[in-house]
């Protein structure tokens, strides 16, 4: 075994799991802590104090000390025996640093209470109770500076010092009142929900933990108190005292996952609740950095147990070997071999349960002095002032001289110590109880000192691989060897460190892992807003640009697709619904168009009809009436003038039927005007007309008629104007008594034709009035849209042709 290593090295720091976990929540803080300082001295600039930004901010600023200093502990191997481990440099700053984890993490609760009070609205009525509330608190952490000045000057003195246990009581109880503020919050935030009568009942605030629809500030207040539930189990934690037999379970891991967990609550509340105070970037930066440093701490428990399980002491001694410590001569300390394992007979009495003094038959010498009388603990290990601790491994080469036959726990049986001396020895025996789960750390062995100062260490029964765990060096064999304490004047320690050797062993894993932790943090820190950029934002970002030019009334935007994912989908719906609503509107904007020239046709029909109506009343007012004088004259005229000749009562007669047949014209005409012939179809009122030609003027025609569908008002009047101009110039220009008429109507078509084989005449020689009646039938024709064709020549006769399409 080389017992150079017993000499106490300089500070080392050794990096594993949880010192690794306390790395990962120290990024996310300094992370937090500078965002949110950042923001609220950019308030405080712009005018805008905002105290729960302030108390946001002092709260992650305090927790970056805090993780600080406890990563320092951890890496130190500082914890429950002391704040010093035999390799540490007591005056070094990593040593010192350690007792002021405390008092840097009193300031978190003390933050988180007045954030309880002041966000997300000052608690009502509740100042000067707050103001009370800080000063008590003031005044705790004042005691808790005091004790780590304390615990500083103990560990320069080389004495075991605790902060009293009793202390971290009032961390759990301010963390309780921080909840029961945030609950007060609640219940002040849906005062609205409440019962508008009486006193709401206890139960009726306490549904407010589940109850949906609430308002914002309940919803942050809601979140901060569920959150609260991490930090009150943090500090029960706490209440395990650091020097107790039950503390050398783990408990730093569960505090290092329980602050883990804290930060990425607060990081979600923050960012999930509070958008005003944080960027859409700055959140998925966040939210992405916490995953990270998590996944990577749970890499680095995971596989710690694996690499734990493959570490092999370096030199322990196994079952069947033995140590000898011969002293020099002169005084110049001891010197260390193997020597022949030469078990003594288990003998003597047993010692009670926390060990015992024992007068020895012979006087010991040990490092140049000698002793009648020395400690024997429970453990087996032996004290010569007092009875040995193991914190007193823990300064140096040890408080007092000893000697550690195999410094490790005893299992939950017990252990028996029996110790027989006679005048040449004294045999110290350790017998472990265990049962079947605790083969592991069972050990049987027998510590030898000669009457000479010779010291045999017999190693009877040792596990072949004893388990060791970080944070817990009595887990397995820590030491070995004999110290004279304090005093080295008369020879060095000669102590073997197996707790050291592990804990070196867990560095040549977890000190590169370190740098990967730093190197992906700055690597997450610069490049997850990158990406967030590139694939996240920069598409929502056209996509909301293109959403507001929708909005100013660009109906026909359309954004570009850079990927074929989600954001992807919902920009190529956008587009989809910005093609469809302007397909829309340009339907809607025909339709419209359409609308209004119907309405453009209504009113002009409406127009046409007012001044029809208006022509038919001055016709009947004038014309009509007139038309009726002469017509009842013309009638009395055959009879008064029945002495004349017989042509000339025939002049007179024909008089008095064309008054009778202008008069029915006109009122025919007027029928018109007013829409009452609408009644009548087409070819009924060509009958007639064809009818009124043969009985008044004796004028022959043949017709042929078929009206297969009744066609519009406006083409009918106008086919019918057309065929009782066309036979009026038959009967006045032709010189014929015959004449022939067709007509066909069908839904979309129409065409009229009259023909006589008279005189005809020259179109381009036609006189005035040929001319005006044939402009008249010509305008009438265009009226509808329809096509008006005349085929004549001298004494070749006429056809009028008019056809009319839909």
């Known amino acids: 075994m080389d017992w150079s290593a017993a000499t106490p090295p300089v500070a080392s720091l050794f990096w594993h799991p949880a010192a690794i976990g306390y790395l990962s929540q120290l990024l996310l803080a300094l992370v937090l802590a500078a965002y949110m300082l950042r923001r609220a001295i950019h308030e405080s600039r712009q005018g805008r104090f905002h105290a729960p930004t302030w108390a946001f901010a002092i709260l992650m600023l305090s927790l970056v000390p805090t993780f600080a200093t406890t990563m320092v502990r951890l890496l130190a191997a500082g914890g429950w025996l002391s704040y010093a481990m035999p390799w540490s440099r007591l005056d070094a700053w990593s040593t010192l640093a350690m007792p002021w984890a405390r008092p840097f993490g009193s300031i978190a609760p003390i933050a988180l209470v007045l954030l309880a009070y002041l966000f997300p609205k000052p608690l009502p009525r509740s100042r000067r109770e707050m103001m009370a509330v800080m000063a008590v608190l003031f005044g705790l952490l004042m005691a808790e500076i005091a004790i780590a000045v304390r615990a500083d000057l103990a560990i320069l003195e080389q004495v075991a010092w605790w902060r009293p246990q009793w202390m971290a009581v009032w961390m759990h109880v301010v963390m309780i009142w921080a909840a029961v503020v945030f609950w007060r919050q609640l219940v002040a935030a849906q005062a609205s929900a409440l019962p508008p009568e009486g006193r709401p009942s206890p139960l009726a605030k306490i549904a407010l933990l589940w109850r949906p629809g609430l308002t914002r500030e309940g919803q942050v207040a809601r979140a901060f108190l569920i959150l609260t539930i991490l930090p009150i189990l943090h500090t029960a934690a706490l209440f395990f005292p650091d020097e107790s037999l039950g503390a050398h379970f783990p408990f730093d891991i569960l505090i290092c996952w329980l602050g883990l967990l804290q930060l990425v609550g607060l990081t979600l509340v923050l960012i999930g609740y509070l958008p005003e105070r944080t960027t859409f970037l700055f ?459 067709v007509f066909d109507a069908l839904e979309d078509r129409a065409i009229l034709s009259v023909t006589d084989h008279g005189r005809g005449f020259d179109l381009a020689k036609g006189n005035r009035r040929e001319r005006l009646g044939l402009s008249i039938m010509r305008e009438r024709a265009e009226a509808i849209g329809a096509t008006l064709e005349i085929e004549t020549a001298p004494e070749q006769g006429c056809r009028v042709t008019m056809i009319w399409m839909r």
């Open 283 to 741: 959140k998925l930066t966040v939210i992405g950095f916490a995953v990270l440093l998590g996944a990577v701490n749970g890499t680095a428990w995971v596989v710690a147990p694996a690499f734990q399980n493959q570490f092999r002491a370096p030199d322990l001694p196994a079952s069947g070997e033995a140590l000898l410590f011969a002293p020099r001569g002169g005084n110049l300390g001891y010197v260390a071999q193997s020597t022949a394992f030469l078990p003594e007979r288990v003998r003597g009495p047993v010692l009670g349960a926390g060990g015992g003094r024992v007068d020895l038959p012979f006087a010991f010498p040990f490092y140049g002095r000698v002793y009648h009388r020395l400690y024997v603990s429970d453990l087996g290990t032996i004290g010569f002032e007092r009875m040995p601790q193991p914190v007193d491994a823990a300064f140096g080469a040890g408080n007092q001289p000893a000697i550690y036959p195999m410094l490790a726990d005893r299992p939950s049986a017990g252990t028996q110590i029996t110790t027989f001396a006679n005048s040449e020895r004294l045999v110290i025996t350790r017998r472990d109880r265990c049962n079947a789960r605790e083969v592991a750390i069972c050990y049987q062995l027998q510590t030898i000192l000669h009457a000479d100062g010779r010291i045999d260490m017999q190693y009877l029964d040792v596990p072949p691989a004893p388990p060791y765990a970080v944070l817990s060096p009595l887990n397995a064999p820590w030491i070995i060897g004999i110290t004279p304490g304090p005093d080295t004047s008369a020879g060095p320690s000669m102590l073997h460190d197996f707790y050291r050797s592990f804990l070196a062993y867990l560095d040549r894993l977890y000190a590169p892992f370190v740098l990967f932790i730093l190197l992906t943090a700055l690597a997450a820190l610069v490049g997850l807003p990158l990406v967030f950029r590139s694939f996240l934002l920069a598409p929502l970002e056209r996509l909301l640009s293109g959403i507001r030019r929708y909005r100013d009334g660009e109906s026909d935007t359309q954004v570009a697709v850079a990927y074929r994912d989600e954001i992807g989908f919902l920009i190529e719906s956008f587009n989809a619904l910005a093609r469809e609503q302007s397909a829309l509107t340009r339907r809607l904007e025909d339709r419209v168009a359409d609308r209004v020239a119907e309405i453009a046709d209504m009113t002009i029909q409406t127009t046409k009809l007012e001044e029809r109506a208006r022509l038919s009343a001055d016709l009947h007012d004038a014309v009509a009436q007139t038309l009726a004088s002469a017509a009842l004259h013309a009638s009395a005229l055959p009879s008064r003038l029945h002495n004349l000749a017989e042509p000339d009562r025939e002049a007179a007669e024909q008089v008095a039927r064309l008054n009778r047949h202008a008069l029915s014209e006109m009122r025919q005409l007027l029928s018109e005007l007013r829409d009452e012939g609408a009644q009548w179809l087409l070819s009924h009122r060509l009958g007639q007309l064809i009818g009124s030609f043969t009985r008044l003027h004796a004028l022959n025609i043949d017709a042929e008629i078929n009206e297969g569908a009744e066609l519009p008002a406006e083409v009918s009047a106008m086919f019918y104007r057309v065929a009782q101009e066309s036979l009026n110039n038959v009967l006045k220009h032709s010189g014929v008594g015959e004449a022939e008429l």
